[in-house]
T-cell receptor, first 113, second 112 residues
Framework: GAVVSQHPSWVICKSGTSVKIECRSL??????MFWYRQFPKQSLMLMAT?????????EQGVEKDKFLINHASLTLSTLTVTSAHPEDSSFYIC?????????FGPGTRLTVL | EDKVVQSPLSLVVHEGDTVTLNCSYE??????LLWYKQEKKAPTFLFML????IEKKSGRLSSILDKKELFSILNITATQTGDSAVYLC????????????FGKGTKLSVKP
């Protein structure tokens, strides 16, 4: 149980384009999902908390107009990186909470050329 | 300031050795402490600890929490090369529902 999927696994895009990443809880409903990014050899950094049916809560320093989060259902949250630039290249990981435990998706590696 | 500190940052052992990974924390509104294993991709859940002194076990891995001294340890006995990974400690605090604050991780390398 408690399986979280992410799509795509990796994506390469040109600078200036937008990229959408999906996070799904496959066998449970998650009112709260989380989006993290991770740079090489560093720990996870929380970007935002995604709440089903309401606006996401962004951490300090994260641009909400650049990283658009939509949590339209209890099993799906999406992160859209708008007008991506090379500095947005990173490993993006989502998690979904079930019974006080966060379960992570496999992550999406984004490379912006 | 809330923080989670893991030690050591890096550890190299040989197969069969036993290792102990440490995690200390200072957070307000502590709810639980979680251990994750991260290999090439995203972290996989190992344990969640909420009560002091109760050991959680899964095969060769075990963990315990001390809420008085504010730390947890993760033990791995009879290590195998497949145990090589970064082990992350995270604390669930009460700032917002389910928010985790992560330590920097301990990189464990198990040599054959």
């Amino acid at each position: 149980g408690a399986v979280v999927s992410q799509h795509p696994s990796w994506v390469i895009c040109k600078s200036g384009t937008s990229v959408k990443i999906e996070c799904r809880s496959l066998d449970f409903q998650a009112t709260t999902m989380f989006w993290y990014r991770q740079f090489p050899k560093q720990s996870l950094m929380l970007m935002a908390t995604s709440n089903e049916g309401s606006k996401a809560t962004y951490e300090q320093g994260v641009e909400k107009d650049k990283f658009l989060i939509n949590h339209a259902s209890l099993t799906l949250s999406t992160l859209t990186v708008t007008s991506a630039h090379p500095e947005d290249s990173s490993f993006y990981i989502c998690s979904a909470e079930e019974v006080d435990t966060q379960y992570f998706g496999p992550g999406t590696r984004l490379t912006v050329l | 300031e809330d923080k989670v500190v893991q030690s050591p940052l890096s550890l190299v052992v040989h197969e069969g050795d036993t290792v102990t990974l440490n995690c200390s924390y200072e957070v307000t509104n502590f709810r639980s402490l979680l251990w994750y294993k991260q290999e090439k991709k995203a972290p996989t859940f190992l344990f969640m600890l909420t009560s002091s002194g109760i050991e959680k076990k899964s095969g060769r891995l075990s963990s315990i929490l001390d809420k008085k001294e504010l730390f947890s340890i993760l033990n791995i006995t009879a290590t195998q090369t497949g145990d090589s990974a970064v082990y992350l400690c995270a604390v669930n605090y009460g700032g917002s529902q389910g928010n985790l604050i992560f330590g920097k991780g301990t990189k464990l390398s198990v040599k054959p």
